[in-house]
């Protein structure tokens, strides 16, 4: 099964002041925002998330690294996590905003979240 690192989603107080200072990055681009909850950049071949802390729950990391894998993967690639001793938060769902994730925290309580676009199986 084949997985990437896609990219890392900081955890910050304020999504519009933190767009504006990452797209003033050369070649940086804004790939998508909803208001002042959540933006995608592209910087390189790296996308970089910026997701608004009210949004979370309390207490947690400053960010979240995201490993993708092909839509019809993420069940399995969740029990080969599981089968390692990764124990996640959760099995998979559909999210709203076009993925199904399931997430597992490291060893020192930073978020990871396992994804796959759904729209690949259409």
């Known amino acids: 099964m084949r997985t990437s690192l896609e990219g890392l989603t900081l955890h910050v107080a304020s999504v519009e002041r933190s767009r504006d200072f990452y797209l003033a990055i050369p070649g940086a681009q804004l790939l998508h ?8 950049l592209q910087i390189g071949r790296t ?3 910026l997701l608004n802390r009210r ?3 309390a207490g947690g990391p400053g960010f979240h690294m995201e490993i ?6 993420v069940d399995d690639l969740y029990e080969q996590v599981r089968a390692a001793g990764i124990e996640p938060e959760g099995p998979p769902r559909n999210r709203s905003w076009g993925e199904r994730t399931f997430h597992a925290t490291d060893p020192d309580g930073n978020l990871v979240e396992f994804d796959s676009r759904l729209e690949e199986t259409a």
């Open 33 to 40: 925002e909803r208001g002042d909850q959540f933006a995608l």
């Open 47 to 49: 996308k970089l998330g």
């Open 55 to 57: 949004v979370l729950r």
């Open 68 to 73: 993708s894998t092909s839509a019809t993967g």
